[in-house]
């Protein structure tokens, strides 16, 4: 194998290996920070001797197997070690040596499971949780995880060095949440992992509509999570809701990269294997208990997925579900989201109605599709001047340019 070809290798175990591997070094040093070092020296070391002597059989477990051993140096060089250095160091060279067929293997889920929680530690800011999720949990580099969110690599590096920091000060435990923290916990994860994913489907700023690296990022993760907690309806309920959206990619975006609406879009394109992904995670949610949020934006999705022509979607239930999640989780964005099912079912003057009241919410103000909906059914109700208007308003909202250039020339198309 030539050494370009070893180097994409590598890249390829670290971007698989590197979650499950800081999350067993986790365990054993209790510190996330550090857990990330040793991995880090056990792929330099990787990147100096796997291309002489070729990609070992099971490369996770050599990495593990190596990034101990660094651990034991690490924590043995320095002058004073306390007495919780001294134990960890002991309880590492009374580890057994790695079975290299299954040394990934052993509390691997308990281990992932533990670094999720942990990286999506409310004690974080939400800005600091996305970026140290992807960069311990989705194997992305600091410079992929800035560009991915269009930020200075200095900034997101600064980011990541504080979460690390913050995690250690705040003393935050390697262990699954129960009890009544577990629930709240569990929401600030989906919340991460969600927040990622519609990064990627409705970038909110740039040149691109939609960054599909990022979504897959977020599959990836929700994926992992249905692993370690499949008894969780809420998390069937995000993989099922990513996994529907998704399915849409290939028909969202024209051959100029222009945004496709989804009345305009060719279902023909839409990737049928992850719509049946995406029932079957829903089904799933929903022989575990009541829908929450994220099955019920599912469910949504779902009627668009079920329907072979915009014609035949079911709207009235749209608008029903709307209700429900309404109740469950209300918030201006949900009840704008009703308007337009509203609209759908019932008529351009019910959704309007809702629309005109939500023009009085503060939290709206800045938000640009408030008036691209508006916008919409005004046109549908004939009033174009008005519609136009409100398209334009919308363009200069948006930091996203594809989207602008759409709002404008809705704008353009107003009698």
Known sequence: MS????HRAIDAVWRIESPRLIAGLTRMVRDVGL?????????????????????????????????????IDVLRRGQTLERKQEEIAHELETWPEPDLDAALDDDIGDDLLRLVFTTCHPVLSTEARIALTLRLLGGLTTSEVARAFLAPEATVAQRIVRAKRTLAEAHVPFEVPSGAELAPRLASVLEVVYLV???????????????????????????????????????????????????????????????????????????????????????????????????LQAAIAACHARARTPE???WIRI???????????????????RAVALARAFGPAAGLELVDELTREPSLAGYHLLPSVRGDLLARLGRHDEARAEFERAAALTSNARERELLLARARASP
């Not at 099971?58 to 990495?63: F, K, Q, R, Y």
């Not at 608008?319 to 989201?337: H, R």
Request: hydrophobic share 45%; net charge negative; glycine share 8%.
């Open 3 to 6: 050494a370009a070809a070893t």
């Open 35 to 71: 857990a990330e070092d040793l991995a880090q020296d056990a792929l330099v070391i990787a990147l100096e001797r796997w291309p002489e002597s070729g990609v070992p059989e099971n490369p996770g477990a050599w990495l593990m197997a190596t990034a101990k051993h660094r651990a």
């Open 197 to 295: 994913f519609n990064e990627g489907y409705s970038a909110t700023a740039g040149e691109d509509w939609m960054r599909p690296a990022l979504c897959e990022d977020a599959l990836r993760l929700g994926r992992t999570l249905t692993g370690i907690l499949p008894k969780e309806p809420e998390v069937h309920g995000l993989v099922a809701l990513m996994e529907i959206q998704a399915s849409r990619a290939g028909a969202r975006v024209g051959p100029r990269g222009e945004p496709i609406l989804l009345g305009d879009q060719d279902r023909a394109r839409w990737d049928h294997l992850l719509v049946r992904r995406g029932l079957a995670a829903l089904e799933r949610a929903e022989q575990l208990g009541a829908l929450g949020p994220y099955a």
């Open 312 to 314: 035949e979607t079911d």
């Open 319 to 337: 608008a029903a579900l709307y209700d429900a999640l309404a109740q469950l989780a209300p918030s201006p964005v949900v009840e704008l989201n």
